[in-house]
């Protein structure tokens, strides 16, 4: 089992930072990549940035340029460095592990999530 908590999130205007934390416990070594999610009221959760075991990342189109993923292995925390918000960017962020379970099969976790939101 993999727990995630998430902090960070808050108010902020348009064209400000925030940075997402995301710490993990648990059964950390079983964790193949990191990622973080979103979901803005009546949408779908969508997949923002993704960083594997490597520390290679990959970003959503819409975020690009503007979102940094990172990790500090010591803490067993990710994060994520959020500059030039644009209100579009106001939505719930959850952290999320891909993990292998003891058998060897597929399994992920979740935050709780943690509200962002971004004033016009």
């Known amino acids: 089992q993999v727990q995630l908590v998430e902090s960070g999130g808050g108010l902020v205007q348009a064209g400000g930072s925030l940075r997402l934390s995301c710490a993990a416990s648990g059964s950390i070594a079983s964790i193949n990549a990191m990622c973080w999610y979103r979901q803005s009221r009546g949408k779908q959760r969508e997949l923002v940035a993704i960083?594997?075991?490597?520390?290679?990342?990959n970003y959503a189109d819409s975020v690009t340029g503007r979102f940094t993923f990172s990790r500090d292995n010591a803490k067993n925390t990710v994060y994520l460095q959020m500059n030039s918000l644009k209100f579009e960017d106001t939505a719930v962020y959850y952290c999320n592990a891909l993990a292998l379970t003891e058998w060897g099969t597929p399994t992920d976790y979740w935050g709780q999530g943690t509200q962002v939101t971004v004033s016009s």
């Open positions: 960083i594997a075991s490597d520390g290679s990342t």
